[in-house]
């Protein structure tokens, strides 16, 4: 895993907060289920009563019934709130190890591909979001050499960089996002897991139950279908040379003729499509109704914040006492000075080392 990732201390905190929370939260649902589970025992067994003094019930119904019951008793009075922790925990490491495993096929060598670590309870988590933005920003590095080939007579490399950025970048938050509402899922249904051991035991929430194993497997198969999509984009990354081209060629490759820098492109909108076609699949296999109006919010939301942080960010550095911008060259100053020489300054003051001449 690269040391200098960004996302995968998001992720890992993230994951560790909502680990804490579910297992404090799960032992309050458990105890409350066992107190309800202990009532609807005395309504059940009345009901059942009645319907074999009724002729509408026999001996081998109420046996069918029982096993049912006494399974459900067995999950919420057996092993109580530590059940709930190893649902969350299980469903997050198989949902992370066995999508970081697709990434780490498409990013980098099938023969150098290292398995992802099950040690810690986002490591799989963190490979994903890791390797994805290690992918993205390789084809940062590419736009960044685009860009340095501009001249006086032309300023289409500049444009053409940016062109290469914005859908690498729009990818990448829309892939955190499907990560984080991935962990939230499996949140929510661990959380949830007490109601459905409860139901478990009577007819009426029998398909609770059901809805909630299908909801787990439709979480595990949206997230990584939206793997298999940025895996493909950066498969054709690597195949295309993107990450690794010569600053010599970069000029020769940014041209709107040139069908390689095109299908980059189209690379980077096709990945941020196929995620969200990823969840219509899985609710068409699985029959779930999951949606990606949260991933959507997420994506929406950093986008504008980004947007507003450059659109605002020199104007709010120029309101700081004693800090401006060079118009000509963009440089930063602080009492007239370059931010570098200041911070310089500083630490030969510091160190209490003479300044060099």
């Known amino acids: 895993m690269n040391n200098e990732c960004f996302t995968d201390d998001i992720v890992a905190e993230y994951v560790d907060l909502a680990n804490g929370y579910t297992q404090e939260l799960s032992m309050a649902l458990v105890s409350a289920m066992q107190t309800a589970f202990l009532a609807y025992i005395g309504i059940w067994v009345i009901v059942h009563g009645y319907r074999m003094i009724l002729l509408k019930a026999t001996v081998s119904d109420l046996g069918k019934e029982s096993i049912y019951v006494f399974i459900s008793a067995l999950l919420l009075f057996g092993s109580g709130p530590g059940l709930v922790n190893v649902i969350f925990i299980a469903a997050l490491k198989m949902m992370g190890a066995a999508a970081a495993t ?68 729009l990818v990448l938050i829309v892939y955190f996002s499907q990560v984080v509402v991935s962990i939230f899922r499996i949140t929510m249904l661990a959380t949830l897991s007490p109601f459905m051991m409860l139901g478990f035991g009577f007819g009426w929430g029998r398909e609770i ?92 939301g950093t986008a504008a914040t980004g947007a507003a ?26 009492n007239g000075q370059s931010i570098g020489d200041h911070v310089q300054a500083l630490l030969q003051k510091a160190t209490k080392q003479p300044p060099k001449p």
Do not use: H
């Not at 697709?102 to 890791?130: I, Y």
């Open 102 to 169: 697709a990434l780490l096929v498409a990013n980098k060598d099938v023969q150098g591909a290292p398995a992802p670590s099950t040690e810690s309870l986002g490591a799989g988590m963190t490979e994903l979001v890791c390797v994805a933005e290690e992918g993205v920003v390789s084809v940062f590095q590419m736009a960044f050499s685009i860009a340095k080939t501009v001249g006086w007579t032309n300023w289409l490399p500049v444009l053409f960089a940016i062109v290469l950025i914005v859908p690498y970048f």
């Open 309 to 334: 942080l450059f659109k605002y960010g020199r104007q709010g550095l120029s309101m700081i006492p004693n800090i401006g911008m060079n118009s000509q060259t963009g440089e930063l100053k602080f």
């Open 209 to 300: 139950a059901t809805k909630g194993i299908r909801t787990v497997i439709s979480s595990f198969m949206v997230l990584f279908g939206s793997t298999l999509a940025l895996g493909i984009m950066l498969y054709g990354v690597t195949r295309l040379g993107l990450d690794d081209m010569p600053l010599d060629q970069a000029a020769d490759f940014a041209r709107i003729n040139n069908a390689k820098f095109v299908l980059a492109v189209a690379l980077g909108w096709l990945g941020t499509a196929f995620m969200t076609e990823a969840t219509s699949i899985a609710n068409s296999i699985t029959g779930s109704q999951l949606t990606n109006q949260a991933a959507a919010i997420i994506t929406a």
